[in-house]
């Protein structure tokens, strides 16, 4: 089994233009100034993948929120909409009843 560290992925696809940019330009520095550099680029790097990805669960996490308050609209109309069918037809069986008891007792 091969472990990839998170950390040690960077993908120049997924940094911004000009990190990748002043990334080349270190490159083709001499060494005297390129090792100096470079440990301070690979953080700056890290530290842009690491907001990216951060930014990417955010979103993902606000869309579900979105999305779950979407169901829980939905749910909250359809149980206004039962309690209030359950309540007209709790009013209508009290208003029979009342007619019943008021009728005359000699009719029954």
């Not at 390129?34 to 690979?42: D, E, F, G, H, V």
């Amino acid at each position: 089994m091969t472990t990839i560290s998170r950390l040690a992925t960077t993908n120049t696809e997924s940094l911004p233009k000009d990190i990748v940019e002043l990334k080349t330009a270190i490159s083709e520095l001499p060494p005297e100034y390129s090792t100096k550099i470079a440990p301070l680029m690979t953080i700056v790097t890290e530290s842009t993948c690491r907001r990216r990805r951060i930014l990417s669960l955010v979103q993902e996490a606000l869309s579900q929120l979105r999305l779950d308050m979407k169901y829980l609209m939905f749910d909250l109309e359809a149980t206004r909409r039962e309690r209030d069918a359950y309540r007209t037809e709790l009013d209508q069986d009290e208003f029979e009843e009342s007619d019943y008891d008021e009728s005359d007792p000699d009719e029954v």
